[in-house]
């Protein structure tokens, strides 16, 4: 009888620590991975996952195995902003260890052999590859990601000013995520009726003075949000040879009363919106 109860204990035990794995966050969280220098942002709403780039190297899977369940081995959509190493290098361990099922791009392409690693291990699994560009929309259960930017008319620019920016939206709330476009292009996606009322900015270029407009700013913070339910993330490597985030970046931002986070300071930033 001793052992029978010993063996009931156990069962329950086990029991309740296996529900609780099983347990699925019903949450929408935007984690800005800590890769360094570079970009990767995993937007997880229960066992749906979407990637947007993946920093220079593998330290993006450090970030999606602490925040994607251990038995999920799949990502619904993988967005390559732009062809820089900075936000690419790190796609090819994924690509290797994850199971993608989207892989989207903005067409162009880049010479550089690590590139080319990258688009052969794309093909060579064949994930299904799809050029995307301004206007648009992806569905993912209850997430919108409208495409705001590039047009084709944008191709022949510079690489940054050619990289995918998405308008992710989740019920009210709203997140602009900004690649490293430049501020001629920031000032461009200021002109569209969607930018207003935007409760997460992923800071352009990592804080570059040359990113952000405060054309930009003040279009995407317009509107009667309250201060607290905004926040400007810059994903950013620490002590980097850039000088990023720039001081002119962090004044126009402070000016705004908007809480910036930085993952050179933080780490990797897990922005949990509930429902």
């Known amino acids: 009888m001793v052992y029978k109860n010993i063996r009931f204990i156990f069962l329950t035990v086990a029991l309740t620590v296996w529900l609780a794995v099983f347990t699925v966050d019903d949450s929408l969280h935007i984690i800005a991975c800590d890769v360094g220098q570079g970009d990767a942002i995993l937007i997880q709403k229960n066992n749906t996952q979407i990637l947007i780039d993946g920093g220079p190297n593998q330290k993006i899977l450090d970030c999606l195995g602490s925040y994607m369940p251990f038995y999920d081995r799949k990502i619904e959509l993988v967005i390559l902003t732009h062809p820089e190493l900075d936000h690419y290098g790190g796609l090819i361990d994924v690509v290797k260890t994850y199971n993608i099922k989207t892989y989207a791009h903005n067409g162009t392409t880049s010479s550089n052999q690590t590139f080319k690693v990258l688009e052969n291990e794309i093909g060579g699994r064949g994930i299904?590859?799809?050029?995307?560009?301004?206007?648009?929309?992806?569905?993912?259960?209850?997430?919108?990601?409208?495409?705001?930017?590039?047009?084709?008319?944008?191709?022949?620019?510079?690489?940054?000013?050619?990289g995918i920016v998405t308008l992710l939206k989740y019920g009210q709330f709203k997140a602009l995520f900004t690649a490293d476009v430049e501020q001629e292009v920031s000032n461009q996606i200021s002109e569209s009726s969607q930018i207003q009322n935007?409760?997460?900015?992923?800071?352009?270029?990592?804080?570059?003075?040359?990113?952000?407009?405060?054309?930009?700013?003040?279009?995407?913070?317009?509107?009667?949000?309250?201060?607290?339910?905004?926040?400007?993330?810059?994903?950013?490597?620490?002590?980097?040879?850039?000088?990023?985030?720039?001081?002119?970046?962090?004044?126009?931002?402070?000016?705004?009363?908007?809480?910036?986070?930085?993952?050179?300071?933080?780490?990797?930033?897990d922005f949990e919106v509930k429902n």
């Open 198 to 269: 935007i409760n997460y900015l992923k800071v352009n270029h990592h804080g570059s003075k040359n990113g952000l407009s405060q054309k930009l700013l003040d279009a995407v913070f317009s509107g009667s949000l309250p201060a607290g339910r905004r926040v400007a993330v810059i994903s950013v490597g620490a002590k980097n040879s850039y000088g990023h985030p720039h001081e002119e970046v962090i004044k126009i931002l402070s000016e705004k009363d908007i809480k910036i986070l930085r993952t050179d300071q933080m780490g990797d930033i």
């Open 128 to 162: 299904p590859s799809m050029p995307i560009g301004k206007d648009m929309v992806i569905r993912l259960g209850m997430i919108y990601l409208d495409i705001v930017h590039p047009d084709t008319k944008d191709f022949g620019v510079g690489v940054n000013d050619q």
